[in-house]
């Protein structure tokens, strides 16, 4: 159950305990009144002005009752059941005999068939239930109200993730529902150490958030501080989970990802096993986990699903991809521009035939085609479904055929940005590191189109030691690489096979650090077994 | 002082980047001039200096645990004449930094870039170095580490993929030059391997400090094998006399480098390694430098003199030789007797035995 009633900005104790811990009061409080006419003017003068708000009021034997819920948000069928519990399954004489002040008791206990109840002697805390899509109901002479979540908002199915899709594997992805995401990965993760913690953030939305950890991996240092920095949040809105990675990420002007996004419940179940926490955001499908590291964004979900003979050679891909994305058109033009010579002689005449009739220098081409490219990008974002054939048409033959024609451009560039665009998409999971890399490449165009090699070499030099210097959560980012931990070096380059999985990654992970005892199978040395079997027949 | 961790492999492995990074684009035809074809045997034997170097200023470092070479040389000579030659060591450290900025930009004009003005490379790996120590001195270690291997690789293919020009009985006859020539050539190699006594700057700063000193030989006789392996190589593809005669052989040896018609032009494979392996050696220099300057007038902090360092070892280097001849006549005349002769083994020698007779001192704020 979320508790909405969290003050915004609860510090967080130190060493605290691993659940969810005391709701604080709230701040104003109004008590419920025994006169049913009291509370209903209190919360419609709260709630003047709205007009997707319903105030139901009905009689149960000769009880006064109000029911007070925001439209759409709940279950209609389930509030036909509430009434009906209440209007014409009653018993009446039960509840006009119990205390007036023990009704809402009464009902709770007794004539509630649902299972998430809760009681309220607060006005306030009833408004917020009501704001929190909740239904509330009060009864007359009695000076508390009932909490019954009949939740139904508004929502998506859960559906093939739409960002990171797979070939092998689960094929379920997150939603915008916070409740939905954490039952997605409880599911995935019974174990009494998987403890959650519920933050409000949002001074108006409200926006429940859920950090997940898994209490005797997770290091809890690292633990302590995510919590210092949630709790140092105060935001009117949060509408995303990107909006909380920007206020909790420990370097501000980065082009890199430093905290993780994902749609895939699989993956945040195996970072909660390495001993990371992950941040549920209502609203978002995107889960956050952290600390991340540079390598992650560079695996898919795949690779441990896939044969690890095989993994090495599609990592080796990834890499590959991401050297092309960021640094071919710059070696291309520096190539072009500076050191012809190191071109090899038969390509020579190839590229040079196809650069005569271009009258621009090379460096504007390629900009030219880069930035055409991104546009492309960036229009196949936002496009209406219906012109999609339209730039499609575009983009494929007046970009590719006439600029070629009209000698605007080479052929070989026209191939090296394509290529640079395929490879810019088989970075792995990476659509974060996706946008950095553009970036990169551009720095990187630049550095080559006025320095040649030795600017490609600096800027890249440059990259590689922001990126060393970089820091999640206080795990450096680069991290099996620099500082180079050969022990972790299993699920870089090649995927180790899952028995061989035998630590979390050290730097990570806080305390139980054993992942795998699994011995290297071993089949008996002469398949005794299916010999004896053949013998008996 | 310095607040971050490194790790004694991490150590070693910057000590090398630095030791090699220069030596190997001089020596064979500073070396060559003197001896011909036995310059490989001079970068052997000047392993033994090296050797020596390591061993002292890591001696040194376990007689003052947690200090600095310019830490501990007021401990041993005094305070005015430690003072004073921690200043001097200061000066070392900056010159020598100074010169190799002064052969980086030269290498790039002669290779890739020739039109460009040397002022400009200067400029632009400076402000790299800036940005780098302003990070600390941790992160650039860990950069280190994994371009390290860059370099080593792009050297060992150049060594090795020039073979079928190579022609290995122009190495002989084998140490026909007079022993003392050999020495005094070693010397010159040496120089640069006695280098390595920079990691009693950097010693303070490990997390451990138990196989240090068996990492430090391990790295100088790496290099040792690195430095006559480019000779050999360049010897017999070219000829010991013909070595000594061009401007970089090592850089003439990727040029001849063809292998099925596609890999025929590998020196960029040699300009990165050159660039990458400057470029720590710069950092080391500039580091060193700030932290001494530091340490001699008392500093509790050195961030903050990054800045000016970082612009004075630019006018220096862009100040200190009017041309490649002057550079190249200090490399083979005054650098033997600049290096190993004075700060690189002789006075941390003189200086470990003026500090056996001194009472071991138990200093160190924790």
Request: aromatic share 12%.
């Given at each position: 159950?979320?508790h909405?009633?969290?003050?915004i900005?609860?510090?967080?104790?130190?060493?605290?305990?691993?659940?969810?811990?005391?709701i604080?009061?709230?701040?104003?409080?109004?008590?419920?009144?025994?006169?049913?006419?009291?509370?209903?003017a209190?919360?419609?003068?709260?709630?003047?002005?709205i007009?997707?708000?319903?105030?139901?009021?009905?009689?149960?034997?000769?009880?006064?009752?109000?029911?007070?819920?925001?439209?759409?948000?709940?279950n209609?069928?389930v509030?036909?059941?509430?009434?009906r519990?209440?209007?014409?399954?009653?018993?009446?004489?039960?509840?006009?005999?119990?205390?007036?002040?023990?009704?809402?008791?009464?009902?709770?206990?007794?004539?509630?068939?649902?299972?998430?109840?809760?009681?309220?002697?607060?006005?306030?805390?009833?408004?917020?239930w009501?704001?929190?899509?909740k239904?509330?109901?009060?009864?007359?002479?009695?000076?508390?109200?009932?909490?019954?979540?009949?939740?139904?908002?508004?929502?998506?199915?859960?559906?093939?993730?739409?960002?990171?899709?797979?070939?092998l594997?689960?094929?379920?992805?997150?939603?915008?529902?916070?409740?939905?995401?954490?039952?997605?990965?409880?599911?995935?993760?019974?174990?009494?150490?998987l403890?959650?913690?519920?933050?409000?953030?949002?001074?108006r939305?409200s926006?429940?958030?859920?950090?997940?950890?898994?209490?005797?991996?997770?290091?809890?240092?690292?633990i302590?501080?995510?919590?210092?920095r949630?709790?140092?949040?105060?935001?009117d809105?949060?509408?995303?989970?990107?909006?909380?990675?920007?206020?909790?990420q420990?370097?501000?002007?980065?082009v890199?990802?430093?905290?993780?996004?994902?749609?895939?419940?699989?993956?945040?179940?195996?970072?909660?096993?390495?001993?990371r926490?992950?941040?549920?955001?209502?609203?978002?499908?995107?889960?956050l986990t952290?600390?991340?590291?540079?390598?992650?964004?560079?695996?898919?979900?795949?690779d441990?699903?896939?044969?690890?003979?095989?993994?090495?050679?599609?990592r080796?891909?990834?890499?590959?991809a991401i050297f092309i994305?960021?640094?071919?058109?710059?070696?291309?033009?520096?190539?072009?521009?500076?050191?012809?010579?190191?071109?090899?002689?038969?390509?020579?005449?190839?590229?040079?035939?196809?650069r005569?009739?271009?009258?621009?220098?090379?460096?504007?081409?390629?900009?030219f085609?880069?930035?055409?490219?991104?546009?492309?990008?960036?229009?196949?974002?936002?496009?209406?479904?219906?012109?999609g054939?339209?730039?499609?048409?575009?983009?494929?033959?007046?970009?590719?055929?006439?600029?070629?024609?009209?000698?605007?451009?080479?052929?070989t560039?026209?191939?090296v940005?394509?290529?640079?665009?395929?490879?810019?998409?088989?970075?792995?999971?990476?659509?974060?590191?996706?946008?950095?890399?553009r970036i990169i490449?551009l720095?990187?165009?630049?550095?080559?189109?006025?320095?040649?090699?030795?600017?490609i070499?600096?800027?890249s030099?440059?990259?590689?030691?922001?990126?060393?210097g970089l820091r999640?959560?206080?795990?450096?980012?680069?991290e099996?690489?620099?500082p180079?931990?050969?022990?972790?070096?299993?699920?870089?380059?090649?995927?180790?096979?899952h028995?061989?999985?035998?630590?979390?990654?050290?730097?990570?992970?806080?305390?139980?650090?054993?992942?795998?005892?699994?011995?290297?199978?071993?089949?008996?040395a002469?398949?005794?077994?299916?010999?004896?079997?053949s013998?008996?027949r | 002082?310095?607040?971050?961790?490194?790790?004694?492999?991490?150590?070693?492995?910057l000590?090398?980047?630095?030791l090699?990074?220069t030596?190997?684009?001089?020596m064979?035809?500073l070396?060559?001039?003197?001896?011909?074809?036995?310059?490989?045997?001079?970068?052997?034997?000047?392993?033994?200096?090296?050797?020596?170097?390591?061993?002292?200023?890591?001696?040194?470092?376990r007689?003052?645990?947690?200090l600095?070479?310019?830490?501990?040389?007021?401990?041993?000579?005094g305070?005015?004449?430690?003072k004073v030659?921690?200043?001097?060591?200061v000066?070392?450290f900056?010159?020598?930094?100074?010169?190799?900025?002064?052969?980086?930009?030269?290498?790039?004009n002669?290779?890739?870039?020739?039109?460009?003005?040397?002022?400009?490379?200067?400029?632009t790996?400076?402000?790299l170095?800036?940005?780098?120590?302003?990070?600390?001195l941790?992160?650039?270690?860990?950069?280190?580490?994994?371009?390290?291997?860059?370099?080593?690789?792009a050297?060992?293919?150049?060594?090795?993929l020039?073979?079928?020009?190579?022609?290995?009985?122009?190495?002989?006859?084998?140490?026909?030059?007079?022993?003392?020539?050999?020495?005094?050539?070693?010397?010159?190699?040496?120089?640069?391997?006695?280098?390595v006594?920079?990691?009693?700057m950097?010693i303070?700063?490990?997390?451990?400090?138990?196989?240090i000193?068996?990492?430090?030989?391990?790295?100088?006789v790496?290099?040792g094998?690195?430095?006559?392996?480019?000779?050999?190589?360049?010897?017999?593809v070219?000829?010991?006399v013909?070595?000594?005669?061009?401007?970089?052989?090592?850089?003439?040896?990727?040029?001849?480098?063809?292998?099925?018609?596609?890999?025929?032009?590998?020196?960029?494979?040699?300009?990165?390694?050159?660039?990458?392996?400057?470029?720590?050696?710069?950092?080391?220099?500039?580091?060193?430098?700030?932290?001494?300057?530091a340490?001699?007038?008392?500093?509790?902090?050195?961030?903050?003199l990054l800045?000016p360092?970082?612009?004075?070892?630019?006018?220096?280097?862009?100040?200190?030789?009017?041309?490649?001849p002057?550079l190249?006549d200090?490399?083979?005349?005054?650098?033997?007797?600049?290096?190993?002769?004075s700060?690189?083994l002789?006075?941390?020698?003189?200086?470990?035995?003026?500090?056996?007779?001194?009472?071991?001192?138990?200093?160190?704020?924790?």
């Open positions: 159950m979320l909405f009633l969290r003050s900005n609860s510090k967080a104790k130190k060493g605290g305990p691993s659940g969810p811990r005391k604080p009061p709230p701040r104003k409080f109004k008590e419920i009144s025994s006169n049913l006419a009291d509370n209903e209190y919360l419609r003068q709260e709630f003047a002005n007009s997707d708000i319903v105030f139901r009021r009905f009689y149960a034997g000769e009880v006064k009752f109000l029911a007070v819920w925001f439209d759409g948000l709940i209609n069928r509030s036909q059941d509430i009434f519990a209440l209007m014409l399954d009653i018993p009446d004489k039960r509840l006009l005999e119990a205390p007036k002040e023990k009704r809402a008791d009464f009902i709770n206990l007794r004539l509630m068939p649902f299972y998430d109840t809760q009681k309220a002697i607060d006005l306030e805390e009833i408004k917020h009501i704001l929190a899509s239904m509330v109901l009060l009864v007359d002479g009695c000076p508390s109200g009932l909490m019954i979540d009949a939740e139904n908002r508004p929502q998506r199915p859960i559906s093939e993730p739409i960002v990171e899709p797979t070939v594997g689960p094929h379920d992805g997150f939603v915008e529902n916070i409740r939905v995401n954490t039952a997605l990965i409880r599911s995935r993760l019974g174990d009494a150490m403890k959650s913690e519920d933050y409000i953030i949002g001074r939305t926006t429940p958030v859920t950090l997940m950890y898994v209490a005797d991996i997770a290091n809890p240092g690292i302590e501080e995510a919590r210092r949630i709790s140092r949040i105060d935001i809105g949060v509408l995303d989970s990107s909006y909380i990675k920007e206020m909790i420990d370097r501000v002007f980065t890199f990802p430093l905290i993780k996004g994902t749609e895939r419940p699989d993956i945040v179940v195996a970072d909660l096993l390495e001993g926490f992950a941040l549920v955001v209502d609203g978002s499908p995107q889960v952290a600390p991340s590291i540079f390598i992650e964004f560079l695996q898919a979900t795949d441990y699903y896939i044969n690890p003979m095989v993994v090495w050679f599609i080796s891909l990834r890499y590959l994305a960021t640094n071919l058109v710059g070696l291309y033009v520096a190539l072009i521009t500076y050191h012809q010579e190191m071109i090899p002689i038969p390509l020579v005449f190839s590229i040079a035939g196809t005569e009739i271009v009258p621009f220098p090379v460096f504007f081409d390629a900009l085609l880069l930035i055409v490219f991104e546009l492309l990008w960036e229009s196949s974002i936002r496009l209406p479904r219906v012109v054939a339209a730039i499609n048409i575009v983009g494929a033959l007046i970009l590719g055929e006439a600029a070629v024609q009209s000698s605007l451009v080479s052929p560039l026209v191939i940005i394509a290529v640079t665009a395929v490879a810019n998409f088989a970075l792995g999971s990476g659509y974060d590191l996706a946008l950095a890399v490449r720095a990187i165009l630049a550095a080559g189109g006025i320095l040649g090699f030795y600017g070499a600096l800027v030099l440059f990259f590689l030691l922001h990126m060393a999640s959560f206080g795990v450096p980012y680069f099996p690489l620099a180079l931990i050969s022990k972790e070096m299993k699920d870089t380059i090649y995927r180790a096979p028995w061989d999985f035998n630590e979390r990654p050290a730097l990570i992970a806080g305390k139980d650090t054993t992942r795998d005892n699994t011995p290297p199978p071993a089949p008996p002469n398949n005794s077994f299916f010999n004896a079997r013998k008996k | 002082m310095e607040p971050g961790k490194i790790s004694e492999r991490q150590l070693a492995l000590i090398t980047t630095t090699i990074s030596v190997v684009f001089w064979p035809q070396g060559a001039r003197a001896v011909e074809q036995d310059v490989w045997i001079t970068a052997l034997a000047a392993t033994i200096w090296g050797i020596l170097s390591a061993l002292v200023i890591v001696a040194l470092a007689r003052h645990p947690g600095t070479l310019i830490e501990y040389l007021p401990l041993i000579l305070k005015p004449l430690g030659f921690g200043g001097l060591y000066f070392w900056l010159f020598v930094g100074a010169i190799v900025i002064r052969e980086f930009a030269h290498f790039l002669i290779t890739i870039m020739p039109k460009t003005p040397p002022a400009f490379f200067m400029v790996i400076m402000a170095c800036f940005y780098a120590l302003r990070g600390g941790e992160v650039w270690a860990r950069v280190n580490e994994i371009l390290l291997f860059v370099v080593v690789v050297m060992v293919a150049v060594i090795v020039p073979y079928n020009h190579m022609d290995l009985s122009r190495l002989l006859p084998i140490a026909d030059h007079p022993p003392g020539l050999l020495i005094s050539t070693s010397l010159l190699s040496g120089s640069w391997r006695s280098e006594i920079l990691a009693g950097f303070p700063a490990l997390s451990c400090f138990r196989h000193s068996r990492n430090l030989i391990i790295s100088v790496f290099i094998f690195i430095v006559a392996g480019v000779e050999i190589s360049a010897v017999a070219f000829g010991g013909p070595t000594g005669q061009k401007e970089f052989p090592f850089f003439s040896l990727a040029r001849m480098i063809s292998l099925i018609r596609i890999f025929d032009r590998l020196e960029v494979l040699l300009v990165v390694a050159l660039l990458l392996g400057t470029f720590f050696k710069i950092c080391a220099f500039l580091y060193c430098s700030t932290l001494g300057v340490q001699v007038f008392g500093f509790k902090e050195f961030q903050f800045l360092l970082s612009v004075l070892l630019l006018a220096m280097s862009l100040n200190s030789f009017k041309g490649v002057e190249t200090f490399l083979s005349n005054v650098w033997p007797g600049y290096g190993l002769l700060f690189g002789v006075i941390p020698l003189l200086l470990y035995l003026i500090a056996l007779f001194r009472p071991v001192r138990q200093v160190r704020e924790p």
